[in-house]
């Protein structure tokens, strides 16, 4: 069995950088997509990026491109998400997320209803 946990979430204000990391404990050798979620009290939950760990695709949604990174390491039991030039409406709780199964088309990977496995959430507060 494997679970998730997040951390590195905080207050910055804008402009400002936060990492935030996602353990993954277990039997984590079948994983095919990790991925970061964020959710706030009036939207959805949508996906912030992703990645592939069997080439190291990455995907992101486009409001993000540019500030964020999403990375693993060399074992690929740890992900991380390198947040930069922070705005206010990046507040959320981000949840990181994993996915057992087979390759998905372009434009999937984002999609959080593909995603087998959720964090408890590490909530992140970006103040003007």
């Known amino acids: 069995q494997v679970q998730l946990k997040e951390s590195g979430g905080g207050s910055v204000q804008a402009g400002g950088s936060l990492r935030l990391s996602c353990a993954a404990e277990?039997?984590?050798?079948?994983?095919?997509?990790m991925g970061w979620f964020r959710q706030t009290p009036y939207k959805e939950r949508e996906g912030v990026a992703a990645?592939?760990?069997?080439?190291?695709?990455?995907y992101y949604t486009d409001s993000v491109k540019g500030r964020f990174a999403i990375s693993q390491d060399n074992a690929k039991t740890t992900l991380y998400l390198q947040m930069n030039n922070l705005k206010p409406e990046d507040t959320a709780m981000y949840y990181c997320?994993?996915?057992?199964?087979?390759?998905?088309?372009?434009?999937?990977?984002?999609?959080?209803?593909?995603?087998?496995?959720w964090g408890q959430g590490t909530q992140v507060t970006v103040s003007s």
């Open positions: 997320a994993a996915r057992w199964g087979s390759t998905l088309r372009p434009g999937y990977a984002l999609n959080r209803n593909v995603y087998n496995l």
């Open positions: 277990g039997r984590t050798a079948d994983i095919h997509y």
């Open positions: 990645v592939s760990t069997v080439d190291a695709v990455t």
